[in-house]
Every structure is written in C-alpha cells, then in structure tokens.
C-alpha cells in the first residue's frame, strides 16, 4: 500500500510535491496502489517512485519524469505520457493500453509483458528496451526508435512503422544466443522458423508442392479449374485457387504476385481470359516462376500474351478439346513440362552460383 503521507503530499499539487521532491533528493516516493485516476500531474517528478498497481487511468502525465520509477502492473490505460522521461523504469505488465506516449524517453525501460494496444508512441524513444512477451496490437511507432530491443514473445500486430529505427531487434530470450533482426513485424515469424519444425515443413512442402491456378470464374471455366484442383491432388501437389474476393488492404496484384512467389509453377487457363491478363502483367515479368497456359480448343490467346514468349519460364501453349481429354493428358503434357522447367531453371540458378563463387575474392 501507498505511504499514506507520500499520497498527501502529491494531492497539494505538483509544484509542492517537485519542492519537496528537491528537498529529499535521495527519497523514493511510496505511491503503489495509490488512487491517481484522472489526475493532472504534468510535470510531475515521480524518478525512483514505487508505483506498482497504481491506478493512473487517463492521468495527465505530460513531461512527468518517471525514469528508474516502478510502474509494474500499473493502469496507465489512456493516459497522457507526451514527452514523458521513462528511462529505465520498470513497466512490468502495465497496462498501457490506449496511453498516449508521443515523443517519450522509454530508453531501457522494462516493459515486459506490458500492453500497449492503441498507444501512441510516435517518435518515442524505446531503444534498448524490454518488450518481451508485450502486445502491440493497432500500436502507432511512426518515426520511433526501437533500436537493440528486446521482442522475445512479442505480439505485434497492425503496427505503424513509418521512418521507425529497428536495427537489431533481439528475437530471442536471454539464456540463448542472441539473433538480430530488423523488422518487428517478421521477428515473431523468423523465430518461428528457427523453433518450429511444423511450420518450416509447411513453407517446406508449399514451395514444392504449391500449384497457383488461374483463370476465369464464370460456371463454365470453375469447374475446369475444380476439377485441376482435385487432379493435382491426387498427385499430391497442393493446388492454390485464387479467385477474386481479395482482401479489401491488398489489391489483386499483390495478391496475385505473393501467391506465384509461393508456387512451384502456375498453370492458366487463357480461355475467354477476363482478369488474367493483369494477372500475368504482374507474375511473368518479375517473377522466374514456370507458367504453363492452356487453351480450350480454337480458341485464341488475348493479343497481348504474344508478349510473353521472352521468356524463358513460359511455357507452349497445351491447347485441350473438353475437360475429360485435358484431365487424361494432364502429367504428361502439362505437369512434366512445368517440372522440367522447374528443375532447368533450378539446374540454371546453380551454374550462376557458382560462377559468382569462382570469381568472387
């Protein structure tokens, strides 16, 4: 519990409680648990103060100093941190939820397990922090300084990280060796990968088994596409059919562009072509992944496909007469040239290696 003469001093205002503050320099303030809920304390010198459990719900804290404090499992939740001094305190599973902490000093700070949804630390200064086993969740770092942080366990999601400093972010715990990275989006996955053999199969088995089918939605063209799906299972790939429900934050060639750098090879269907001309634009071009197009009986490709037999990973035309013929001729004429062109490509990309290895210094 709170010194209870620690609490009355701070409630005659913040220009006596700094005073007094003065006057017993080596003191620390016993404020834990203490009932701050609301209160104007801007400014406030709370440096080596124990505010653990303190409820500072919505508090005015603009400028306050609260470095080396303990605010373990505090209740900052909305309250207004802008430009507050942090340096090395002790955050401890606060709630910091909502908190507005733009352009504050959290260098060092320890904010393991702290929740920081919805706070806004833009331009704050969080190098060498703790944030391990923190949630970040809609969390704004624009222009802020994550350098050397601690983000072991971290749950990061819908963050804002423009012109963010993230060098060095360490992934994992203090009893193993320390890995870097520079983007505290991605570190939870890397970890991820360097811990979780389930999920390094996965990306494993998608990168050779992956299939990516386009073309047209209409009745007619599904069911040719359905039925692709289920051959290819069979033949134990794994099919990717992208239709066009494509999230509302990403547009159909980004989508379309990371499903192909996940694909082993592509297959589209030309016929009566609607989407995949934009489709292709945004695969061929800049992706060496081996497309093999078909083509339903007379029918003809869209003009503009002529433009892709430069290069090398797209494949002849295989024209089919019905569905039942294209599913009966379907390894040798369409899977066995994609893989041959996946391993000629593969076999291509060796030779380049190595004759950068032998040239290199």
């Known amino acids: 519990m709170a010194n209870p003469d620690h609490v009355a001093q701070l409630m005659k205002g913040v220009s006596a409680w700094n005073a007094w503050r003065d006057e017993n320099p080596t003191s620390s303030p016993d404020l834990s648990e203490a ?113 050397g942080c601690r983000i072991y366990g971290i749950s990061a999601w819908g963050l804002r990280l423009d012109s963010a400093e993230q060098q060095n972010l360490i992934i994992t715990p203090r ?68 239709d066009f429900a494509v999230p509302t934050t990403r547009d159909i060639t980004e989508t379309v562009s990371l499903l192909a750098r996940m694909s082993r090879f592509i297959i589209a269907d030309l016929t009566d072509p609607s989407s995949i001309p934009k489709e292709l634009e945004a695969i061929v071009p800049q992706l060496a992944v081996p497309v093999q197009p078909l083509l339903e009986s007379a029918s003809r490709p869209y003009v503009m496909f002529k433009d892709y037999w430069k290069y090398e990973w797209v494949l002849p035309v295989y024209r089919y007469e019905a569905l039942e013929p294209l599913l009966a001729t379907l390894a040798e004429r369409v899977i066995a040239p994609a893989e041959a062109k996946v391993k000629a490509l593969e076999e291509r990309r060796r030779m380049i290696e190595a004759e950068l290895t032998k040239t290199s210094p």
Do not use: M
């Open 35 to 147: 009932d701050l809920e609301y209160k104007t304390l801007s400014g406030a010198n709370f440096s080596r103060a124990d505010l653990i459990d303190a409820d500072l719900r919505r508090a005015e804290l603009v400028g306050a100093n609260l470095s080396r404090a303990n605010l373990s499992r505090a209740n900052l939740n909305g309250a207004n941190l802008n430009w507050v001094n942090v340096h090395g305190a002790e955050l401890i599973a606060a709630d910091l939820c909502g908190a507005k902490l733009h352009g504050a000093n959290l260098g060092g700070a320890n904010l393991y397990g702290a929740s920081l949804n919805w706070a806004n630390l833009n331009r704050a200064n969080l190098s060498g922090a703790n944030l391990q086993t923190a949630t970040l969740v809609n969390t704004d770092l624009t222009g802020a300084d994550l350098t």
């Open 175 to 242: 009893n193993e060796p320390e890995i870097t990275v520079d983007n505290i989006e991605v570190a939870q996955f890397i970890y991820l990968l360097l811990h979780n053999e389930k999920i390094r199969d996965v990306i494993d088995t998608i990168g050779k088994k992956g299939v990516l089918l386009l073309g047209r939605f209409t009745d007619k063209r599904k069911a040719i596409l359905d039925a692709l799906r289920e051959e290819l299972r069979k033949r134990d790939y794994l099919p990717i059919l992208f």
